[in-house]
Nanobody
Framework: QVQLVGSGGGLVQPGGSLRLSCAAS????????MGWYRQSPGKQRELVAL???????IYADSVKGRFTASSDSAKNTVYLEMNSLKPEDTAVYYC??????????????WGQGLQVTVSS
């Protein structure tokens, strides 16, 4: 199957920066897009950013101008550069991938959650 392994996250002060990365591996024929979602306690999971295979990037309004998502197709990896972090950015961040697999067709996969805490 396909595995998504993320890294990064942690504790940062307001105004600080963090970088998340997530690599997909396994039975991958192609990737239609990769992205990031986040979920805070008591809230639904929400989109943060998506990067399509055509390099189109979509951002949530709340992160536009502060976060930058990018991908490296050769490495099947997606990144999220987060700047000017605010306490309301505190959440568990999940990477996602829309994958054409070599075995089971097209599937959507999730990585493990990465805790991001913005606090002084």
């Amino acid at each position: 199957q396909v595995q998504l392994v993320g890294s990064g996250g942690g504790l940062v002060q307001p105004g600080g920066s963090l970088r998340l990365s997530c690599a997909a591996s396994g039975s991958i024929a192609s990737i239609y897009g990769m992205g990031w979602y986040r979920q805070s306690p008591g809230k639904q999971r929400e989109l943060v950013a998506l990067v399509t295979s055509g390099s189109t990037t979509i951002y949530a309004d709340s992160v536009k101008g502060r976060f930058t998502a990018s991908s490296d197709s050769a490495k099947n990896t997606v990144y999220l550069e987060m700047n000017s972090l605010k306490p309301e950015d505190t959440a568990v961040y999940y990477c996602s991938a829309d994958v054409q697999t070599t075995i089971v067709g097209r599937r959507y996969y999730w990585g493990q959650g990465l805790q991001v805490t913005v606090s002084s």
